[in-house]
């Protein structure tokens, strides 16, 4: 029985130990958050990590270890690579946290994104604002999430309530996208080097939180996905990645570039399962939980298509009644064992139906009970 230990003890990592014990896995988590969701089904190592004795005593006896939290330093991913093998590479962990790396990764790959520039100082500002022009998005470089760390610029009177908020940190100015949708990309690539590709999912957020993701996304044309996949292909095979990753991208009108219609923008990836992927469990042939899991164990990956259509909603701040919503046909409803907190992601629950009519039908219904 292989042991597999996990950077993070969020619902990731929980979704990821609830699609490992079918395979016959073990799981042991390091997390030093007074609560952890993955803790209620394994056993859990609570240190800070960069903790080397916390360390060693997740490592002893681990097969491999791989993350469901993308701010583990680079640093605790190279210790542990030193003793065992660590899948994602520690260097996707590293192009990932910080936004202006992650941008110059992308670009290097060949993938379009907004422009942006660095804002070391409240010096560089005006002249950031002055090439990238209004509107602008200032944001951290790093550890934000969730649409934290981050203040729309619409007027110059907007800079100085925006510094106030994020300044003293190093920061990035991005061009405000006008984006027709945003949409993700769920790519897994195994050990061997093969790879698959979810279909494109359509994403809706509200004050920068994932509320709501369709899949697959409404009008998907065989074209988008290929350009996607191209794209994704180039992440994968530039980082030499092993496992799920998620890219999201503004879909645009726009056509740039040559070949490909480059209507996608990068925004940003994540080296990990991902929230847009969460309708996979019940929406697709394998969820991304099970592929991450075959892609680091270097088993067949599993099919990546579609089982009819599916909608996933977020369970933020509040949970519905169970009854309630579970009396709703094709709905699938998932809690993470976390206290309710304002903004806390406390669960999610998919739709899914064969006929996408039926499915906003029934995605009204849940609007009666959940927030979207
Ligand atoms: P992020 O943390 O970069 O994923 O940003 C959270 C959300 O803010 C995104 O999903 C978008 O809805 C919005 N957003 C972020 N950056 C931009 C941008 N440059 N232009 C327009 N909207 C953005």
Not at 68 to 83: C, D, G, K, M
Not at 104 to 121: H, I, M
Not at 131 to 148: E, F, N, Q, W
Request: overall charge negative; glycine content about 12%; hydrophobic content about 40%.
């Amino acid at each position: 029985m292989k042991s597999i230990g996990i950077l993070g003890g969020g619902q990731l990592g929980r979704m990821l130990a609830l699609a490992g014990y079918p395979l016959g896995l073990r799981f042991r988590f390091l997390d030093p958050a007074a609560e952890a969701p993955a803790e209620q089904l394994a056993e859990r190592v609570a240190g800070a990590y960069e903790d080397l004795e916390s360390l060693q005593q997740f490592a002893a006896g681990l097969d491999l270890v791989t993350y469901e939290f993308e701010n583990v330093p680079v640093s605790t991913a190279h210790f542990l690579e030193q003793r065992l093998p660590v899948l994602p590479p520690p260097a996707a962990l590293a192009a990932a946290q910080d936004r202006v790396a992650e941008k110059l990764f992308f670009q290097k790959a060949s993938l379009a994104t907004a422009p942006f520039e660095t804002v070391d100082g409240h010096d560089d500002l005006a002249g950031a604002i002055e090439r990238i022009g209004l509107p602008a998005v200032l944001k951290t470089r790093r550890y934000g999430y969730d649409g934290k760390g981050q203040v729309i610029l619409r007027r110059h009177d907007d800079v100085t309530h925006a510094w106030e908020k994020l300044g003293g940190v190093p920061l990035i100015l991005e061009a405000f996208v006008a984006f027709e949708r945003e949409v993700s990309l769920l790519a897994v690539r195994g050990r061997g080097g093969e790879t698959a590709f979810y279909p494109l999912v359509e994403n809706h957020h509200c004050d920068g939180m994932l509320r709501l993701s369709l899949a697959p996304a409404p009008g998907l044309t065989s074209e988008l996905q290929g350009e996607a996949e191209e794209l994704g292909r180039r992440v994968l095979e530039a980082l030499g990645y092993v496992g799920v990753l998620a890219v999201e991208f503004f879909q645009t009108t726009g056509r740039r570039g040559k070949g490909a219609s480059g209507r996608l923008l990068a925004n940003e990836m994540a080296p990990r399962v991902h929230n847009s992927g969460h309708w996979t469990i019940e929406g697709a042939e394998t969820s991304q939980f099970e592929n991450h899991l075959r892609a680091v164990l270097s088993l067949p990956l599993g099919g990546t298509a579609c089982v009819g259509h599916s909608a996933m909603v977020n369970l933020i701040g509040v949970v519905p009644d169970s009854a309630a919503v579970l009396g709703i046909p094709g709905l699938h409803l998932h809690l993470y064992g976390k206290s309710p907190r304002p903004g806390r992601k406390l669960g999610h629950l998919t739709l899914r139906s064969a006929d996408p009519d039926a499915l906003q039908e029934r995605l009204e219904r849940v609007r009666s009970l959940v927030e979207i």
